[in-house]
């Protein structure tokens, strides 16, 4: 089954990271970081064995994938400083979460998961109490398979880290001035 692949492929590619604690159970595969006090917070990830498929969930986002080579990418990179997950509130009620690329144009979104149904407007116009802010989630757990700026030698990156300019690892809350999750294309 494509579900077993997936677990199966990512625990033996991730079973060597010292800053990994892998724990399979039965169907699922979770993958928590373990690095030492002081360091950014970080994000555990859990992969799902669904039989023709697996679920990479991290927070409340969470993706679906039929190859095992492409999930295994997706955990990977999402370990990285070069994906990050955004989380998305009207107020206290969560809204939307999505994954963020950084390539040679800056972040790219991607992978929306909606709270709130994106075809009805009126559900995403805030109340006079209401105001839109995003929590942004990065980490760098792991290292990229190769420099990152082999993959996009035209992004910006700082120069002592290669982290993504104006990278703030651990979690981050920023005002928004209205819905950012309701323009990510499907």
């Not at 360091?39 to 039989?51: K, L, R």
């Not at 929306?112 to 839109?132: K, M, Q, R, S, T």
């Not at 700082?158 to 499907?186: A, H, R």
């Amino acid at each position: 089954m494509i579900g077993t692949a997936c677990l199966d492929l990512i625990e033996e590619s991730l079973a060597g990271a010292p800053t990994l604690n892998l724990q399979r159970r039965g169907s699922s595969l979770i993958i928590t970081p373990c690095l030492p006090d002081g360091y950014p917070e970080t994000f555990s990830i859990t992969v799902y064995d669904e039989g023709h498929e697996c679920m990479v969930s991290a927070l409340r986002w969470h993706t679906h994938f039929e190859d095992p080579e492409e999930a295994c990418q997706g955990v990977c990179w999402l370990l990285t400083p070069y994906n990050r997950l955004i989380e998305e509130y009207k107020g206290t009620l969560y809204v939307a979460s999505w994954l963020e690329h950084y390539t040679d144009t800056g972040w790219t979104k991607t992978s929306p998961v909606y709270f709130l149904n994106p075809d009805h407007a009126a559900d995403w116009i805030a109340g006079p109490d209401e105001e839109y802010r995003l929590i942004i989630h990065q980490q760098a757990v792991l290292a990229p398979p190769e420099p990152f700026t082999r993959y996009f030698p035209n992004a910006e990156v700082e120069p002592d880290t290669l982290l993504p300019s104006g990278s703030n690892l651990g979690k981050t809350t920023v005002p928004s001035s209205g819905p950012q999750g309701l323009d990510i294309e499907i």
